[in-house]
């Protein structure tokens, strides 16, 4: 008998899952920081003007980040892929990685987030 968790995404993609995760966290990463070293030297704002707004987007970056990548787990890996890859973060040959019923269900899942 085939167990919920394995029919969550296949043995396959997990182990594919488990490999673009952490080169998606470090470009997720980049991004924010290349955000950061904008918004910490916005011309025409103050210090304190700057702090806050640093402030801010870590706030908003750090839910993000966790929303993306805490926590992987096979039963939650498809939604989690779906998400990641709808920000951008993988590139094509990352995606071809994947079986092509797990792309049909991240292209499913992701035109459903917005």
């Known amino acids: 008998m085939l167990n919920a968790v394995s ?3 296949p043995e396959r993609d997990w182990k594919a899952f488990r490999e673009v995760h952490p080169l998606a966290r470090a470009r997720f990463c980049e991004r924010v920081l ?3 070293a904008s918004a910490s030297s916005a011309p025409g704002q103050g210090p304190h003007e700057r702090y806050l707004k640093v402030f801010q987007l870590l706030r908003d970056k750090d839910r993000q980040l966790a929303t993306l990548f805490d926590n992987p787990r096979r039963s939650t ?3 989690q892929l779906s998400i990641i890859a709808s920000t951008g973060l993988l590139t094509e040959e990352e995606l071809s990685r994947f079986s092509p019923e797990t792309r049909a269900s991240i292209s499913v899942f992701s035109t459903q987030r917005i």
């Open 7 to 9: 029919r969550d995404i």
């Open 34 to 36: 290349s955000e950061i």
């Open 77 to 79: 890996a498809l939604g």
